[in-house]
């Protein structure tokens, strides 16, 4: 038998619930920030990947090995404990006088996750006919003006499901930012977990509201797939 007593008042009411609500907040906004972050950098990164520039590329190439196969955690800790040493003085100083464990988040956050979000792009580009592209040169636009008005607004469109998929993986990787002390929703959970001893009431509602975050986000993606991709659900 077990001897347990439940307690779901600690985490749905009180400084507890207010606790938990206050790292929602901060685990929307970490996402939020970081997913348009890496998305601006994602599409440079996929645009030079794809350049006639020999090193350009390379470059870009260099830049999605590297982040794409070395751990998020190991690159949280990196720009928490070591940025001070590659970033200017005036960045370092600036990033100290804010919120400097949320700024190390979200660099760490966009730079990993932009990797992802280049090669989702760069697919959805190579899945547009390239007789668009030698089109637009023989219309006299220049490679970038090709890219920026012909290829890469329908490349997006094509992508924005696996791009809402990198945000899912983005708001649930935000979890790790507790290890550097971003009182983002699992942190507060281990806070309320210290305080209270309710472990299972208190990871339970984290559970619940990162379920819920994805249940909101995927509902959305169908809704877009079937009103903008007409792709419906088999019957």
Same mark, same amino acid.
């Given at each position: ?55 350009? &590329? ?9 982040? &794409? ?67 637009? &040169? ?6 970038? &003006? ?90």
């Amino acid at each position: 038998m077990l001897n347990y007593q439940f307690d779901w008042s600690t985490v749905t009411s009180g400084k507890y619930f207010d606790w938990l609500a206050s790292g929602v907040k901060v685990t929307l906004q970490l996402s939020a920030l970081s997913i348009v972050l890496a998305f601006i950098l994602g599409l440079l990164i996929a645009v030079m990947r794809m350049s006639n520039n020999k090193p350009v &590329r390379w470059i870009a190439h260099a830049y999605l090995e590297f982040f &794409r196969n070395t751990p998020l955690l190991v690159q949280i800790f990196f720009w928490y404990f070591g940025s001070y040493k590659i970033l200017p003085t005036a960045v370092n100083d600036w990033l100290n006088s804010t919120n400097f464990e949320f700024a190390a988040a979200v660099i760490a956050l966009t730079i990993y996750t932009s990797a992802f979000i280049a090669e989702d792009i760069r697919s959805g580009v190579l899945s547009i006919p390239k007789e668009q592209m030698e089109a637009a &040169r023989s219309a006299g636009f220049s490679y970038l &003006r090709s890219m920026q008005y012909i290829i890469l607004p329908q490349a997006v469109r094509l992508t924005v499901p696996p791009l809402v998929n990198q945000f899912l993986n983005l708001a649930k990787n935000s979890s790790l930012a507790m290890t550097i002390g971003v009182m983002e929703l699992t942190y507060q959970a281990r806070q309320v977990e210290s305080y209270t001893f309710k472990g299972f009431e208190a990871f339970t509602a984290a559970t619940v509201v990162y379920v819920a975050i994805s249940l909101v986000i995927t509902a959305l993606v169908n809704i877009y797939n079937e009103k903008v991709l007409n792709i419906h659900k088999a019957a």
